[in-house]
C-alpha cells in the first residue's frame, strides 16, 4: 500500500479526506499545500524546517506519532492558538501507521 487516507480539516471548518503517498518521504505540510487546503502563503512558510509554526495543526485521532523533537517543541511554545494536541505538519512524515488520520489546522497566525 502505497496510498493513506487522511483527514484534514481546514481553516474554514470543512473536512476534506485525501489520499497521502508513504512512499515519497512527504509530510502532512506538503499534502495540504498540495491539495491546496490553505490559503497560499499561510502555510509552509519556513519551507518546513520547524521555524515558523505555520502549519500547527490539531491532532484530532488516537494514533501513535513520533516523538517531538527538540525544535518542535521549541516552536510551539512560541506560537499562538497551541493546544495539548498540537503538532507542526512539516515535522509528521507520512506513513503508513498514520493511516485514518485526523487533523484540524490551526487558525493563521495574523
Do not use: W
Not at 500500500?1 to 473536512?15: A, E, L, Q, V
Not at 498540537?86 to 501507521?97: D, H, V
Amino acid at each position: 500500500m502505497k496510498d493513506i487516507t487522511i483527514y484534514i480539516t481546514d481553516r474554514n471548518g470543512t473536512t476534506h479526506e485525501v489520499l497521502a503517498p508513504t512512499d515519497m518521504n512527504m509530510n502532512l505540510m506538503e499534502i495540504i499545500k498540495s491539495y491546496e487546503l490553505a490559503e497560499e502563503g499561510t502555510i509552509g512558510v519556513c519551507g518546513g524546517m520547524a521555524m515558523c509554526a505555520s502549519c500547527q495543526c490539531y491532532i484530532e485521532s488516537d494514533h501513535e506519532l513520533p516523538e517531538m523533537s527538540y525544535d518542535e517543541d521549541l516552536m510551539l511554545a512560541e506560537a499562538f492558538y497551541v493546544k495539548d494536541t498540537s503538532r507542526l505538519g512539516c515535522q509528521l512524515f507520512i506513513t503508513k501507521n498514520l493511516e485514518g488520520l485526523k487533523v484540524t489546522l490551526a487558525p493563521a497566525e495574523g
